[in-house]
């Protein structure tokens, strides 16, 4: 998982209504809309429930420390899609003891590897990089029309691209799988047959795949690993990858087909997916 810098996220907050528009120009959906389609929750079941909640934001200064803005712009996500949000004054137990006193229903905090909505009254919580990789895929399919029987690539088989490929198993795509590392590709598909009953195929040409392939996850913390040249008109792209897999050139020749962003997507998702947390049947 890429460390995001400030660079990378300060003018999200700013931005998040132009945000929505672009989704929704591209998807049908908002950015609140695609999360509950995600996360299976009817957006106007979540827009009641939301607004009772509060989501505590917890600064923390372990391994690498903080990141300038990101508590504040993940505030801003969550505040967005309409629910209320507050972060900590302080960082670390104190800011986690401040949510508890402060009655958050909800506390997300983030490290080097791990970024979580926990709730703890049912002990139970919400990852980021599986809420990601779910709101991505979901975001393909509403851009792309729909992706059941459709072939999809995904490239990059970590935590986010392995939840990108089970989405789409369960959205009913056939599913090919690429990683740089193969014995990642195996274990993922492995885990797939395993638990969703599925076959992937593995795929070991990058190359090839791409000009196979019309509907593509990019889950890499790679640049520039979709040239120009495989982008066709045909060519949808959701890209939960940073940086972006793609350069100037190959941005401007799939246009408006691609869904990229650093952290909109993947906290509304992880928002509404600790929401559920409270539904009767959650
Ligand atoms: C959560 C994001 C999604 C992509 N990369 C992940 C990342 O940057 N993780 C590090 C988050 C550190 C946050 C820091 C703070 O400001 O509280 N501990």
Known sequence: MTRLTTNDIQHIAAQLADYDTELTKKTGYSLRGIACRAAGVQESEFEKMSADLLAGIVPLTFGRGIIGGFCDTVASIVAHIGCPALVTQFADVAGLAEAFEKKADIIMLADDDRFVAIHPQSRQLADNAAATGRGFAT????????????????????PVGSAATQALVKLGSDVSI???????????????????????????????????????VDATPAADIIPAEYITP?????????????????????????????????????????????????
Request: proline share 4%; charged share 25%; net charge neutral.
């Open 139 to 158: 975001g393909l399919s509403l851009m792309g029309g729909g992706l059941e029987k459709k072939n999809v690539l995904v490239i990059g088989c970590g």
């Open 178 to 216: 690429y990683d740089i590392n193969l014995s990642r590709s195996d274990d993922l598909a492995n885990r797939i047959r395993q638990s969703l009953d599925a076959k992937i195929n593995i795929v070991k040409k990058l190359e090839q795949a791409l000009t196979d392939h019309q509907f593509i």
């Open 234 to 282: 045909d060519t949808y792209i959701s890209a939960p990858g940073v940086p972006l897999g793609l350069n100037q050139e190959a941005r401007s020749k799939v246009f408006d087909r691609l869904l990229h962003d650093p952290l909109q997507i993947g906290v509304a998702t992880m928002t509404v997916d600790a929401m559920k947390f409270l539904l009767p049947e959650g």
